[in-house]
């Protein structure tokens, strides 16, 4: 398979590529885990299209292939975090954010596999829902907040593990959207009653979504010895050190929001039907190791991570939301006296937006590095 702009040695596609067969024997695939092995593996071959590019100075001619543009492919999402981290910077407020990340108890992991789109939606809505009656109790009731969630569904292992992060500005409008109010430096939330209170709404949700026939539960598993599981012992929900102004509170979301299950660059090594790749092993303190999966076993996982058709991982709430950001992100600038940040990169594409980052001149010839590559020849993508 010929390939261009393959940036690491060891690449998922080429895998996905290679194993397909088997792995479509072994498994069954939903519609978009087969949409996504499909994607990843034409992403920037020949089997995508493209176009070939002459040197208008030396005659250098090269291929550039399309990329697939799937969300979970590794290659395709860096411009697409750098332009909405750029976007996004124009609306935060600079002051200290808390980032909070609620996890769901192991106990429903086999429930949320089979009923993924309901699943999903209702950790994200009952997350903010809970954050916002929290704050309105312990804070203030009738402050205005807002939030920016993430969802991710995996581990560092490739494991599966649903769980949001969640950005939330320490403070918020008054109501009459006047004044601007400061949470306190040494406290924000407290966890213990966050936790419960997400625990409390999203087991009511459960038992009406089972009701109902939203949600199915596994043939082995009674709703009964399922709550009471879940009422047990306490969630996981975990607030981190505050971080203080937009640069660093966006440069560390950044991180979460266009993120795949693993980077091509964190593969090292193929061989013997096993890739080896690093890990940030918590349990040793969060220092780097590497581990090996049998390759289908890894394949396995990675693909158990491709959220639902049509599912937005990224949700905004309270006044970050779309249709209040424009005015309410803009009255909480006023009120804190704060100049507004530009957008660096809107209405750039995204070879514009990689060529300002790197600083290489695009198309610039690299035989001559002097002319220009123009597109000759376009390459239709095979039918």
């Known amino acids: 398979m010929e390939t261009v702009n393959q940036r690491h040695k060891y690449d998922i596609g080429s895998l996905l590529g290679e194993y397909k067969e088997v792995l479509q024997q072994k498994y069954r695939m939903s519609y978009d885990q ?19 590019r002459q040197c208008a100075e030396c005659g250098h001619q090269e291929q550039a292939y399309n990329s697939c543009r799937n969300r979970h492919c590794p290659k395709c999402q860096f411009t697409k975090q750098v332009q909405w981290v750029d976007k996004l910077k124009s609306a935060l407020p600079s002051v200290r954010y808390n980032h909070i990340v609620f996890t769901i108890p192991a106990s429903l992991h ?125 969630w996981n929900v975990h607030i981190k050190p505050a971080l203080s102004g937009p640069e660093k509170v966006l440069e560390y979301l950044g991180r979460y929001t266009h ?27 969060g220092n780097i190791r590497t581990m090996d999966l049998p390759v289908i076993e890894f394949l396995r996982r990675f693909l158990q991570h491709v959220l639902p058709g049509g599912f937005y991982k990224i949700r905004y709430i309270g006044f970050f939301a779309h249709r209040l950001i424009g005015e309410l992100g803009g009255q909480a600038l006023a009120l804190l006296e704060q100049t507004p940040y530009i957008p660096e990169f809107e209405g750039l594409t995204s070879i514009e937006v990689y060529s300002a980052l790197s600083g290489k001149r ?18 239709a993508a095979p039918t």
């Open 362 to 379: 695009y198309a610039c010839c690299p035989a001559c590095e002097n002319g220009r590559l123009i597109p000759v020849h376009l390459m």
């Open 110 to 234: 086999r429930l949320f596999f089979t009923n993924q789109r309901f699943c999903y939606d209702l950790l994200m809505k009952t997350s903010g829902k809970a954050l916002k009656q929290v704050v309105c109790s312990k804070f203030n009731p009738t402050i205005d907040i807002g939030a920016i969630m993430v969802l991710h569904t995996w581990g560092q292992a490739l494991t599966y593990h649903p769980h949001v992060h969640m950005l939330v500005p320490a403070g918020g409008l008054t109501e009459d959207r006047m004044e601007w109010i400061h949470a306190s430096k040494k406290f924000f939330l407290p966890v213990k009653i966050l936790s419960r209170v997400f625990r409390g709404m999203f087991c009511r949700r459960i038992k009406q979504g089972i009701k109902s026939g939203e949600l199915h539960l596994p043939k082995d598993i009674e709703w009964t010895d399922l709550r009471d599981q879940l009422y047990a012992k306490d």
């Open 34 to 52: 087969d949409k996504a092995i499909k994607d990843l593996i034409k992403c920037r071959t020949a089997q995508n299209g493209g176009h070939t």
């Open 259 to 285: 993120r795949v299950a693993i980077a091509n660059e964190r593969i090292t090594k193929v061989t013997s039907g096993k890739v080896f790749f690093r890990i940030k092993d918590y349990r040793l303190n």
